[in-house]
């Protein structure tokens, strides 16, 4: 809860670089979609976002840049 909390205040700043660790391995799908949704309208304001997880779908399919 205090994860869903803490992603919750977090998205409703302005911000320039959002740092997103492990948010997504703590809730159900709805959660992650809504979270994933979030991203997405970050990234369209210009915001770079580094996403922190042990799963690597949602980073697959969020990322525009490619390391490695």
Known sequence: MQMRLAFAVS???KADILLI???LEVGDISFQEK???RITQFKAQGCAIILV???ESPIQSSATRRFG
């Open 53 to 55: 997880s042990h799963d």
């Open 11 to 13: 998205v409703h700043t």
């Open 21 to 23: 660790d492990e948010v």
């Open 35 to 37: 979270c994933l949704k």
